[in-house]
């Protein structure tokens, strides 16, 4: 596995992996699905505010994740200055911890908040797998669901 910035040479892999996370429930997606092309551009556009980086695995993206770059109450409170998916298929392979890991040596500068829902427990693990730390467990207006807050530290490369 490696880790690559986002590019429009991913677009096909990208298709797959938008079509993928879609029919496995993730609806947000939904809108990419009707124009990937300008999905991944807009993406790629957005890199001051958000940088987003492709897990490469034989040619085919497996997994995405974004570092926002900025704060507000929104960030710090529903969906935290990270966010990743992993296809379906190589969900339970240590892919989502391998890009966490990734984004803490190589992109984080400070410690930012990360978040994910309280039932889902493959992400509270793997977010605890690189040492974030429990902050607390809100409520999300939102998302309409309980949202628990760790903090995660930037990690130097060993």
């Not at 190589?106 to 309280?118: F, G, H, R, Y």
Request: net charge positive; aromatic share 10%; proline share 2%.
């Amino acid at each position: 596995m490696n880790i690559f910035k986002a590019d429009i040479k991913y677009l096909e892999s990208y298709k797959n992996f938008l079509h993928a996370c879609f029919t496995h429930g993730l609806v947000k997606y939904e809108s990419a699905l009707n124009d990937p092309e300008s999905y991944l551009y807009n993406i790629i556009i957005d890199s001051p505010q958000t940088s987003t980086y492709f897990c490469i695995q034989q040619g085919e993206v497996i997994g995405a994740i974004r570092c926002r770059h900025h704060t507000n109450h929104y960030i710090e409170n529903v969906i935290g200055h990270v966010g990743y998916e992993t296809k379906p298929t190589a969900r339970g392979k240590g892919v989502a911890k391998f890009m966490l890991c990734w984004l803490q040596e190589n992109v984080l500068t400070n410690s930012i908040i990360i978040t994910c829902e309280a039932n889902n427990i493959a992400s509270k693990k793997v977010i605890e797998s690189c040492g974030a730390q429990y902050i607390n467990q809100i409520f999300s207006a939102e998302k309409n669901s309980d949202v628990k807050r760790f903090k995660l530290e930037r990690r130097q490369s060993e």
